[in-house]
């Protein structure tokens, strides 16, 4: 018996082979056609295995680990590439490219690949590629198919390999230099949070709040087919019970609703911001907090989204546009101008600071083996300084949300007592939130809201005679220089 959403595989229809394998009936090499345990024979459940589809999986894998490219960039390539892929193919491909990048060390290691050369780019061949996936194929619980490539592979062997007592880190398939800063910096509370970051993501959709509701949404979608659930805690959220393509249905052209992880939808809110006030969103990106904030201030008041990239900012322009959002202006941070422009401006101020995406490693499984603790190093100096230099951009009692997708208390929690201990006479901390994704499923993400302290009110000069003739004080910022939207 075979529960419903079983992944194993049969063979149907097919020759075996001596080694019990089988191929296609026809005798093409190529092709073996499976189906699900107890399902019939046609249904629309019949998954077929084409070797090109295999041959591009392990196509893309060597351009994620040899050529070093972004894994969710390499699966978008490969479907722009193969337009008349199925919805069942595609399935197959992305899941494959993103277990095997997620577990990568693991099956290297079950394909009897010296764990040593996991991440030697000169040790990744394409020979060595078809057998990692021969491993991440029969851990799946599925026949190998009777290719050439894996006609060396031995089921029995990697089974009984899998069975062997290994660290915690080459079964979770983490560097061990991550395995150890990780460990070090979040004690016991690591193995459970390396756990779930090991799982595949959730889909979550953010309701925009400026064109709907999330209850008409949520009926919208299920007349569509699309169904979803609400999230008690965070009123935007929708969980999204099955993968669809989103970004194809009728609702996202519209602008109904963005994709943003539910830990992610918690960080705007956590900015306080109101209608009307005036909003520095300092590393926008392509603007996932920029919406939402323009949907908490209900459209009135001012959002300058600020980012070194402008090609980010036009992704950014091009969402606020579907989404409704009419009070963000956008400008690229070229050299300190554009900052010195905007000081004491915002009463609120966003610093969704760039990080090392560890709190997020479920969606970006890739980041694994392309970070460094050199990387990290060279961004927590970054932060601070972000923190330090743009803290200048809010006005006296405003307020300015710390935020990084990260777990690492290093990139948290320390980067802001660090700034306190140099800006405490000017800065308190208000509110830490940190989500922790072992306990919530949610993304890792921390946020810390600080205040800046409002002006003492300045003692009643003494009235004598020279005051009438000292020269007026410069203000740091002309008048030219404020932005228009301060008028
Ligand atoms: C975590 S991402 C922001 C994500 C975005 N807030 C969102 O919700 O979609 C960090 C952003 O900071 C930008 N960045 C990097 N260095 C920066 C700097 N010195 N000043 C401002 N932005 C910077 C990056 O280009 C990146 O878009």
């Given at each position: 018996?075979?529960?419903?959403?079983?992944v194993?595989?049969?063979?149907?229809?097919?020759?075996?082979?001596?080694?019990?394998?089988?191929?296609?009936?026809?005798?093409?090499?190529?092709?073996?056609?499976?189906?699900?345990?107890?399902?019939?024979?046609?249904?629309?459940?019949?998954?077929?295995?084409?070797?090109?589809?295999?041959?591009?999986i392990i196509?893309s894998l060597r351009d994620v680990f040899?050529?070093r490219r972004y894994a969710d960039k390499v699966v978008?390539?490969a479907?722009?590439?193969?337009?008349?892929?199925?919805?069942?193919?595609?399935k197959l491909f992305a899941e494959a490219v993103y277990e095997i990048v997620r577990h990568w060390r693991w099956y290297w290691y079950l394909a009897?690949?010296?764990d040593?050369?996991h991440a030697?780019?000169?040790?990744i061949?394409?020979?060595?590629l078809?057998?990692v996936w021969a491993a991440y194929w029969v851990m799946a619980e599925?026949?190998?198919?009777?290719?050439?490539?894996?006609?060396?592979?031995?089921?029995?062997?990697?089974?009984?390999?899998a069975?062997?007592?290994v660290?915690p880190a080459l079964r979770a398939s983490i560097p061990d230099?991550m395995e150890?800063?990780l460990?070090?910096?979040?004690?016991?509370?690591w193995p459970a949070i390396r756990e779930t970051l090991n799982k595949p993501a959730d889909v979550?959709?953010?309701?925009?709040?400026?064109?709907?509701?999330?209850?008409?949404?949520?009926?919208?979608?299920?007349?569509?087919?699309?169904?979803?659930?609400?999230?008690?805690?965070?009123?935007?959220?929708?969980?999204?019970?099955?993968r669809?393509?989103?970004?194809?249905?009728?609702?996202?052209?519209?602008?109904?609703?963005?994709?943003?992880d539910?830990?992610?939808?918690?960080?705007?809110?956590?900015?306080?911001?109101?209608?009307?006030?005036?909003?520095?969103?300092?590393?926008?990106?392509?603007?996932?907090?920029?919406?939402?904030?323009?949907?908490?201030?209900?459209?009135?008041?001012?959002?300058?989204?600020?980012?070194?990239?402008?090609?980010?900012?036009?992704?950014?322009?091009?969402?606020?546009?579907?989404?409704?959002?009419?009070?963000?202006?956008?400008?690229?941070?070229?050299?300190?101008?554009?900052?010195?422009?905007?000081?004491?401006?915002?009463?609120?101020?966003?610093?969704?600071?760039?990080?090392s995406g560890l709190g997020v490693l479920r969606r970006n499984p890739d980041a694994k083996w392309k970070l460094?603790?050199?990387?990290?190093?060279?961004?927590?100096?970054?932060?601070?300084?972000?923190?330090?230099?743009?803290?200048?951009?809010?006005?006296?009692?405003?307020?300015?949300?710390?935020?990084?997708c990260?777990i690492?208390?290093?990139?948290?929690?320390?980067?802001?007592?660090?700034?306190?201990?140099?800006?405490?006479?000017?800065?308190?901390?208000?509110?830490?939130?940190?989500?922790?994704p072992a306990?919530?499923g949610?993304d890792g993400?921390?946020?810390?809201?600080?205040?800046?302290?409002?002006?003492?009110?300045?003692?009643?000069?003494?009235?004598?005679?020279?005051?009438?003739?000292?020269?007026?004080?410069?203000?740091?910022?002309?008048?030219?220089?404020?932005?228009?939207?301060?008028?």
């Open positions: 018996m075979v529960a419903d959403g079983d194993r595989t049969v063979l149907r229809g097919t020759h075996k082979t001596a080694r019990g394998d089988a191929c296609a009936p026809w005798g093409a090499r190529k092709t073996c056609v499976w189906d699900d345990l107890g399902r019939t024979e046609g249904s629309d459940l019949t998954v077929k295995l084409h070797y090109h589809l295999i041959a591009q196509s040899v050529d978008e390539y479907f722009k590439r193969h337009p008349k892929w199925g919805s069942r193919d595609r009897g690949q010296p040593a050369e030697q780019r000169e040790a061949t394409m020979e060595r078809w057998h599925h026949e190998l198919p009777f290719f050439d490539e894996v006609g060396a592979v031995r089921r029995a062997y990697i089974l009984e390999r069975k062997a007592d660290s230099w150890k800063r460990g070090d910096e979040l004690g016991a509370a979550y959709l953010r309701v925009n709040t400026l064109k709907t509701e999330r209850r008409s949404l949520k009926t919208r979608l299920a007349q569509e087919g699309f169904i979803t659930d609400g999230i008690k805690e965070i009123p935007t959220a929708l969980h999204l019970r099955q669809y393509n989103v970004f194809g249905m009728a609702a996202f052209k519209e602008g109904l609703f963005e994709v943003q539910a830990s992610s939808q918690c960080v705007a809110p956590f900015l306080q911001v109101e209608p009307g006030m005036k909003v520095v969103d300092a590393c926008a990106g392509a603007g996932g907090k920029t919406l939402h904030l323009g949907a908490l201030m209900q459209n009135k008041g001012k959002i300058i989204a600020l980012d070194v990239h402008d090609w980010k900012l036009a992704e950014l322009r091009k969402r606020t546009a579907r989404a409704g959002v009419d009070v963000a202006e956008t400008r690229v941070i070229e050299g300190t101008k554009t900052l010195k422009r905007l000081a004491g401006y915002a009463d609120r101020l966003l610093l969704d600071v760039p990080c460094s603790n050199e990387e990290i190093d060279r961004l927590i100096i970054e932060q601070q300084d972000i923190l330090s230099r743009y803290s200048a951009l809010v006005k006296p009692g405003g307020k300015m949300v710390y935020a990084t990260s690492l208390p290093g990139e948290n929690e320390q980067q802001v007592q660090k700034f306190l201990s140099t800006r405490g006479d000017e800065w308190t901390l208000e509110e830490e939130m940190k989500i922790n306990e919530t949610h993400f921390y946020a810390a809201r600080l205040v800046r302290k409002k002006e003492e009110p300045k003692a009643a000069p003494a009235i004598v005679e020279e005051a009438a003739v000292l020269p007026p004080v410069e203000p740091e910022v002309s008048k030219d220089d404020l932005p228009a939207q301060s008028d």
